[in-house]
């Protein structure tokens, strides 16, 4: 069964800067593209950016484009979330997720999504 485990998360102050990974499990193979989603406390889940299969393209909400950045590592099955410039308003807990539709384009409706991590949370003092 395939499995997403997210690490990096933590609180840190405004301007500051984290990396999350989402590191994959159970899976032969790195044909696989990933979303990153956060949800704050009373908001609806967003889609963050994401990458997809080939590494070939990669998308962003308006909210963080310039500030995020999507990689991955195929040698380590692990797709990482750079976050610089942080601001309050990116608090929330950061999930990944994995689309095994081997999709050309970055998919940003999380019910496209098969398979999520549980999350870690990020926080962003001022």
């Known amino acids: 069964q395939v499995r997403l485990v997210e690490s990096g998360g933590g609180l840190v102050q405004a301007g500051g800067s984290l990396r999350l990974s989402c590191a994959v499990s159970?899976?032969?193979?790195?044909?696989?593209?990933m979303g990153w989603f956060r949800q704050a406390p009373r908001k609806e889940r967003e889609f963050v950016g994401g990458i997809n299969w080939s590494g070939a393209s990669t998308s962003y909400a308006d909210s963080v484009k310039g500030r995020f950045t999507i990689s991955r590592d195929n040698a380590k099955n692990t797709v990482y979330l750079q976050m610089n410039s942080l601001q309050p308003e990116d608090t929330a807990v950061y999930y990944c997720a994995l689309d095994q539709r081997l999709s050309q384009v970055v998919l940003e409706s999380p019910e496209l999504y098969s398979s999520w991590g549980q999350g870690t949370q990020v926080t962003v003092s001022s």
């Open positions: 159970a899976l032969t193979s790195s044909w696989y593209g």
